[in-house]
T-cell receptor, first 112, second 115 residues
Framework: KAGVTQTPRYLIKTRGQQVTLSCSPI?????VSWYQQTPGQGLQFLFE???????NKGNFPGRFSGRQFSNSRSEMNVSTLELGDSALYLC???????????FGPGTRLTVL | GDSVTQMEGPVTLSEEAFLTINCTYT??????LFWYVQYPGEGLQLLLKATKADDKGSNKGFEATYRKETTSFHLEKGSVQVSDSAVYFCALSDLKDTGRRALTFGSGTRLQVQP
């Protein structure tokens, strides 16, 4: 069974731009969660989607948004990029948002 | 709110040494506990988990026991290898009244194993 895939793996943007990251969960998994990893703040929860609905949200500004499609694939969008948004963005999928989450390799975003 | 505290690294050991990485947690409910490992340039891999008190999770020679009385979930391995060099994250997942879960992570502990 294929694992969680994320595209692109690397991105370089400039301040003020927007970016869209994509995540394809493991087949059959309906829950997709997003996390931000930075050296200063560590791993922080962004949001979770289940059956195309945002079910849980972390403490991030409204510039961070996401969506989920009927095939469970998910995208997250960051608008008006700031230097502090430079991070590794990790996607995780699970069957129904239960205990066990499986992570993708991440997208490394660099904001210049 | 929920929180996870783990020992700061880096932890540097010689091959075949005994490993302990301490992890304590604070949670309002009855969380599930996890250890994840991250190798350079990669995402997180689930190493082991425990869902209730006194459960022992184990995988690839690593073990951790869910201790409710001390709110701890320390990671141990009897004999580390160079290939175990990575960053280890302790995490918890607590079921809220709303039925929602999210992982809360510790800050990570870098392990360096020297041949």
């Amino acid at each position: 069974k294929a694992g969680v895939t994320q595209t692109p793996r690397y991105l370089i943007k400039t301040r003020g731009q927007q970016v869209t990251l994509s995540c394809s969960p493991i087949s059959g998994h309906r829950s997709v969660s997003w996390y931000q990893q930075t050296p200063g703040q560590g791993l922080q929860f962004l949001f979770e989607y289940f059956s195309e609905t945002q079910r849980n949200k972390g403490n991030f500004p409204g510039r961070f948004s996401g969506r989920q499609f009927s095939n469970s694939r998910s995208e997250m969008n960051v608008s008006t990029l700031e230097l502090g948004d430079s991070a590794l963005y990790l996607c995780a999928s699970s069957l129904s948002g239960g205990n066990e989450q499986f992570f993708g390799p991440g997208t490394r975003l660099t904001v210049l | 709110g929920d929180s996870v505290t783990q020992m700061e690294g880096p932890v540097t050991l010689s091959e075949e040494a005994f490993l302990t990485i301490n992890c304590t947690y604070t949670a309002t409910g009855y969380p599930s506990l996890f250890w994840y490992v991250q190798y350079p340039g990669e995402g997180l891999q689930l190493l082991l988990k425990a869902t209730k008190a006194d459960d022992k999770g184990s995988n690839k020679g690593f073990e951790a026991t869910y201790r409710k009385e001390t709110t701890s979930f320390h990671l141990e391995k009897g004999s580390v290898q160079v290939s175990d060099s990575a960053v280890y994250f302790c995490a918890l997942s607590d079921l809220k009244d709303t039925g929602r879960r999210a992982l809360t992570f510790g800050s990570g502990t870098r392990l360096q194993v020297q041949p």
